[in-house]
């Protein structure tokens, strides 16, 4: 069994910062593309923020220059620095990832996610 788990949401003034965290657990091979997304009240999910196994970053073009994800591969770890917050930033936060579990009939790739982290911003 695999979890991610997110952290770090809360309440910030515009023009403020946050940092999320996701960790990973459970029998894990190997980990490839981590990402962020979020879904905002009545808006459909969309990609913040992506991350390979290789480093290779891309993000939304609205957070390009605001938001900086990065990951620890020994920790299962992916983060997400937010910088000059937007209350248009508001918004429950998702940790996804595509990972490779260890299993008896042998490894396979499955695409999970986390439970969500909110994270508001105030005018």
């Known amino acids: 069994q695999v979890q991610l788990v997110e952290s770090g949401g809360g309440l910030v003034q515009a023009g403020g910062s946050l940092r999320l965290s996701c960790a990973a657990s459970?029998?894990?091979?190997?980990?490839?593309?981590m990402g962020w997304y979020r879904q905002a009240p009545g808006k459909q999910r969309e990609l913040v923020a992506r991350?390979?196994?290789?480093?290779?970053?891309n993000y939304a073009d609205i957070v390009k220059g605001r938001f900086t994800i990065s990951r620890d591969n020994a920790k299962n770890t992916v983060d997400l620095q937010m910088n000059s917050l937007k209350p248009e930033d508001t918004a429950l936060y998702y940790c996804d990832a595509f990972i490779t579990t260890a299993q008896a009939m042998g490894p396979r790739t499955y695409h999970y996610w986390g439970q969500g982290t909110q994270v508001t911003v105030s005018s």
């Open positions: 459970g029998s894990i091979f190997s980990i490839n593309a």
């Open positions: 991350i390979t196994s290789g480093d290779s970053t």
